[in-house]
Each structure stands twice: as structure tokens, then as C-alpha cells.
């Protein structure tokens, strides 16, 4: 990982770990859309940027079948450890992970497909990592990744929601003191055709809900989980303004007396093939 990308946000903690295998719940609809869309079949060699916990690369590994190949990479060791016991414990054979960074790994064959999800916005140069990754794709293969869009949320600030507008801000905070990129998912498709990629067919995804029992709840739980040792870091808030313990609770009885459903974080996604 370069010097200068951005902190991961949220950390390298069994708490992140949860909440990546969370995520996947979540948002693997989206995926596995983004991934059938793109045109992920049987037989192909994939290469997953970004592999956290395995999620992606289970997902991958089923699409390509027995015939095919999933080369998962992750610049941490330590989360790779569970993605390959998940792996094993599906009896998939089919995948392989790779501590270290997509960007300066060589490969002796070429790949069919470049896949991440969630990697891009901590990179401190999205088109020039792009760059360097479609290198190892074969001509006329696929390109596609899913990121978020951070900068959406302060428009959905409501009077009758304070604590969901606290939570909102404190997750841009958080992340633009990280130097990550917040818009990276519309940003997706300035870095397809910067780096010569044809105009990408993007989709947009956002999980909304207010329901009493709607796991977005214990979703952004999680998320606040991973980052408080950053808020604190910044500055941004104390652990006890956020109060873990009641988070959840506190927020699901402000959505349900607002009666106004709330986003967890908005995603876009992107696919386009290499030119021949």
C-alpha cells in the first residue's frame, strides 16, 4: 500500500471483521447483480482487489465454477486467515489469497476479470491504481467494481431526525480526515475513461428501511463499532456521545417515531470491458 492512500476507516479489529461478513448480508444482492451484469460465468479467472473477509470471492467462486479461478488479494494478512478458513469451510477449492497490493503483484497468467468492492476510496490515486490493475486483464475482458457515495447524505438532514444527522456527519468527518474518497462511487466512472476504459454501465444501490426489526440498525451499530477509535482519534466525538450500547435502540426509536427511513451507506456500481 502506497504512503500516502488513505487510513482504512474502519480498522483491522475482530469488531471490522464482523461487520465486513454483515456487509455482504446487506449488499450482496448488489454484488452478485453487478457481477452477473458484468458478465462473471463459468470457467473464468478473476481477480479480486480488496478481499477482506472472502465474501466477494465465495460469491466469485460460485460463478465460475469448478472450471474457473478466483485470486483474492488483501493488503492484510490477519483478515485473509478467516477468508481462507470460510473457503475451505464451503469446500471451495476454487480460490486463492494473496497477502499484499494488487497494484505491484505480478502474475504469470492473465485474468478474464478485475473485481473490488469497496477499495478504490482509500487508494490516494483511483485512476492511477485503476491504471496499473487492468494490466493484469487479458484485451476485451471485464472490469468492475462497487463503491460508495458519501456525498449524498447531508441532503437528507430532517429536523425530526437529529441523531441520524449526527451519525451522518460523523461518518463524513471520520472518513474525510482519513483522506478517503467520498464520492468515489460517482467517481467511478472518471476513472473508467481516464484510463481508457469505454464508458462504464453504473447502477446505483442504496439499502433503505424503517421498519422495527430491520437490520440496518444493528448495521450501522457495526459501523460506528469500527470506527470509534477514529472519531476519538479526530477529535470528532467522545465514545460516550456515541454510546455504542444504546446506539442501535436509540436510533431505531427515532426512525420509528420520524417515521422517515434512513440510508445505510449509498453504493454505485461500475462494469465495462477492456478494449481490445
Not at 195 to 215: K, Q
Request: hydrophobic letters at 40%; one cysteine or more; glycine letters at 8%.
Amino acid at each position: 500500500m502506497s504512503n500516502s492512500d488513505a487510513t482504512y476507516t474502519l480498522g483491522r479489529t475482530s469488531h471490522e471483521t464482523t461487520r465486513l461478513i454483515e456487509q455482504s448480508r446487506i449488499y450482496g444482492e448488489s454484488t452478485r447483480l453487478l457481477l452477473e451484469r458484468a458478465g462473471i460465468s463459468a470457467g473464468m479467472r478473476v481477480l479480486e482487489i480488496g478481499s477482506g473477509a472472502g465474501d466477494v470471492a465465495l460469491m466469485l467462486a460460485e460463478l465460475v465454477g469448478p472450471s474457473g479461478q478466483v485470486v483474492g488479494v488483501d493488503v492484510n494478512p490477519a483478515i485473509l486467515d478467516t477468508a481462507r478458513q470460510r473457503a475451505s469451510d464451503t469446500d471451495m477449492d476454487n480460490i486463492q489469497f494473496i497477502a499484499g497490493d494488487a497494484r505491484t503483484l505480478l502474475f504469470e497468467e492473465k485474468f478474464d476479470a478485475l473485481i473490488g468492492r469497496f477499495v478504490l476510496m482509500y487508494m490516494s490515486d483511483p485512476t492511477s491504481a485503476l491504471e496499473k490493475l487492468i494490466t493484469h486483464l487479458k484485451p476485451g475482458r471485464v472490469v468492475a467494481f462497487q463503491e460508495p457515495e458519501y456525498t449524498l447524505y447531508p441532503g437528507y438532514s430532517h429536523p425530526d431526525t437529529p441523531l441520524l444527522n449526527k451519525l451522518y456527519r460523523w461518518i463524513l468527518d471520520v472518513f474525510d480526515h482519513s483522506g478517503a474518497h467520498l464520492d468515489m462511487g460517482i467517481g467511478l466512472y472518471r476513472a473508467f475513461v481516464e484510463v481508457g476504459l469505454p464508458p462504464p454501465e453504473m447502477h446505483f444501490h442504496g439499502p433503505i428501511g424503517a421498519a422495527a426489526d430491520w437490520s440496518g440498525y444493528r448495521y450501522m451499530v457495526t459501523i460506528f463499532q469500527s470506527l470509534l477509535p477514529l472519531i476519538e482519534k479526530y477529535g470528532i466525538a467522545t465514545a460516550d456521545e456515541v454510546d455504542i450500547e444504546t446506539l442501535g435502540e436509540r436510533l431505531r426509536q427515532e426512525v420509528l417515531a420520524s417515521k422517515r427511513p434512513f440510508f445505510l451507506p449509498l453504493h454505485v456500481t461500475a462494469h465495462a470491458r477492456l478494449c481490445l
